[in-house]
């Protein structure tokens, strides 16, 4: 199994950006797609952005498409998600999570994901 621990979070102003770090251990972290999902108060927890085991392929919610970027290093068992032009929409709880790499890209959407971190919190002023 793997660990993951997500760090980068904090208070941004809105326009500004941001870069998450979902750092791994346990199983080699190629051996396994990543996602990052997030969840804001009083709300369910929604999918932002994923990427395949070798990076090559990648996915993003509409909400933060041309404005989110996923990578991942996996010489360094890291995973990053780079915000830009953050909105105070984009305040949330973000969650690394991650996936067998035999999944069907198609289920990466979802969060049926079978490692998950504890959160990083993001906070976007005006």
């Known amino acids: 199994q793997v660990q993951l621990e997500e760090s980068g979070g904090r208070q941004v102003q809105a326009g500004g950006s941001l870069t998450l770090s979902c750092t791994a251990s346990?199983?080699?972290?190629?051996?396994?797609?990543m996602g990052w999902f997030r969840q804001a108060p009083d709300k369910e927890r929604e999918f932002v952005a994923a990427?395949?085991?070798?990076?090559?392929?990648?996915y993003y919610a509409d909400s933060v498409k041309g404005r989110f970027s996923i990578s991942r290093d996996n010489a360094k068992s890291t995973g990053y998600l780079q915000m830009n032009s953050l909105k105070p929409e984009d305040t949330a709880i973000y969650y690394c999570?991650?996936?067998?790499?035999?999944?069907?890209?198609?289920?990466?959407?979802?969060?049926?994901?079978?490692?998950w971190g504890q959160g990083t919190q993001v906070t976007v002023s005006l």
């Open positions: 346990g199983r080699a972290f190629g051996l396994y797609h």
């Open positions: 999570a991650a996936a067998n790499n035999d999944r069907d890209y198609s289920e990466l959407i979802s969060p049926n994901y079978d490692y």
């Open positions: 990427a395949s085991w070798s990076g090559a392929r990648t």
